[in-house]
């Protein structure tokens, strides 16, 4: 059965700095581009970041480059996101996703985690 799951969501000041965690299970991650996307409340879900299968390519939202930082170890099939500098508009449930195509493509991603949610305080 395939499984992605999320943690490491919280409660932050603006400035602080969470790591987000997506345990992979089920299929063989290497083989899959894996990203990370958020949704806060009463918007859309928006693309956060990226990284390609061999971990070498990484591709941010304008919104987050600069302050988020996404890796992967295939060894442990986990995915994580290094969030620093937060801003009460980084709020939301934060997914992580695998995609069979280009990582770059962020409309490819087609299976998701159930969400994990952060909040930063001003």
């Known amino acids: 059965q395939v499984k992605l799951v999320e943690s490491g969501g919280g409660l932050v000041q603006t400035g602080g700095s969470l790591r987000l965690s997506c345990a992979a299970s089920g299929r063989t991650f290497s083989t899959y581009a894996t990203g990370w996307f958020r949704q806060a409340q009463g918007k859309e879900r928006e693309f956060v970041a990226a990284i390609s299968r061999s971990g070498q390519g990484t591709y941010y939202a304008t919104s987050v480059k600069g302050r988020f930082t996404v890796s992967r170890d295939n060894a442990k099939n986990k995915l994580c996101l290094q969030m620093n500098s937060l801003k009460p508009e980084d709020t939301a449930v934060y997914y992580c996703?695998?995609?069979?195509?280009?990582?770059?493509?962020?409309?490819?991603?087609?299976?998701w985690g159930q969400g994990t949610q952060v909040t930063v305080s001003s």
């Open positions: 996703a695998e995609s069979r195509g280009a990582y770059d493509d962020y409309t490819g991603y087609d299976y």
